[in-house]
């Protein structure tokens, strides 16, 4: 029994910066690759970015530079720091995660419930 909860979302002008947060919390063992998804009204979900349990990050081109991955290990919590935010950057934030748990071998994929952003002057 695995939930991730976003926070941090909200309404921002261009240019402006957001802080969102994930938290993981259940039957968490040990957490591997965490990272954010995104989806614009009419269009596909994409990949924001992803961090792994060593810290190697990948983020979407749409995103380098402006947008940071990070996470807290001991609080089982992903942190996306956005920076220089756009009018396009408006979406449903997601959150997802591998979790291995106690009674598993492998990782089982979670999702949160998604977190609304929105640039806007």
């Known amino acids: 029994q695995v939930q991730l909860v976003e926070s941090g979302g909200g309404l921002v002008q261009p240019g402006g910066s957001l802080r969102l947060s994930c938290a993981a919390s259940?039957?968490?063992?040990?957490?591997?690759?965490m990272g954010w998804y995104r989806q614009a009204p009419g269009k596909q979900r994409e990949l924001v970015a992803t961090?792994?349990?060593?810290?190697?990050?990948n983020y979407a081109d749409s995103v380098k530079g402006r947008f940071s991955i990070s996470r807290d290990n001991a609080k089982n919590t992903v942190y996306l720091h956005m920076n220089s935010l756009k009018p396009e950057d408006t979406a449903v934030y997601y959150c997802?995660?591998?979790?291995?748990?106690?009674?598993?071998?492998?990782?089982?994929?979670?999702w949160g419930q998604g977190t609304q952003v929105t640039v806007s002057s």
């Open positions: 961090i792994t349990s060593s810290g190697t990050t």
């Open positions: 259940g039957s968490i063992f040990s957490i591997s690759v």
């Open positions: 997802n995660a591998d979790v291995y748990t106690a009674t598993s071998r492998y990782a089982n994929n979670y």
